[in-house]
């Protein structure tokens, strides 16, 4: 059983910048992908960025590339996610998740393990 224990989220003024950790236990393999998604008030979850385990390839949903970067530490389990450039459309609980990576990464349908979120405001 994958447990994942996000933390770093916080109230940042537009254009400041914030890291994200999620800390893993239980388990990882070298086949998972670990991926941030964020949900705002009255809105799906959408996918931000994943990183595979093994390779440590990344993939960006449109709206953060070039601001945010996904990065993962195997020594300490620990995926990060590097926000920069922030503005208030990034305003969301962010959700750390885990899966065997098999096909596709941005569904939120796919991932099997998930953390409890953590609160990113930012303000205009």
């Known amino acids: 059983q994958v447990r994942l224990v996000e933390s770093g989220g916080g109230l940042v003024q537009a254009g400041g910048s914030l890291r994200l950790s999620c800390v893993a236990s239980?388990?990882?393999?070298?086949?998972?992908?670990m991926s941030w998604f964020r949900q705002a008030p009255g809105k799906e979850r959408e996918f931000v960025a994943a990183?595979?385990?093994?390779?440590?390839?990344?993939y960006y949903t449109y709206s953060v590339r070039g601001r945010f970067t996904i990065s993962r530490h195997t020594f300490n389990n620990t995926v990060y996610l590097q926000m920069n450039t922030l503005k208030p459309e990034d305003t969301s609980n962010y959700y750390c998740?885990?899966?065997?990576?098999?096909?596709?990464?941005?569904?939120?349908?796919?991932?099997?393990?998930w953390g409890q979120g953590t609160q990113v405001t930012v303000s205009a």
């Open positions: 998740a885990s899966k065997r990576y098999t096909t596709g990464y941005d569904s939120e349908r796919l991932y099997q393990y």
């Open positions: 239980g388990g990882i393999l070298s086949d998972y992908i």
């Open positions: 990183i595979t385990w093994s390779g440590g390839n990344a």
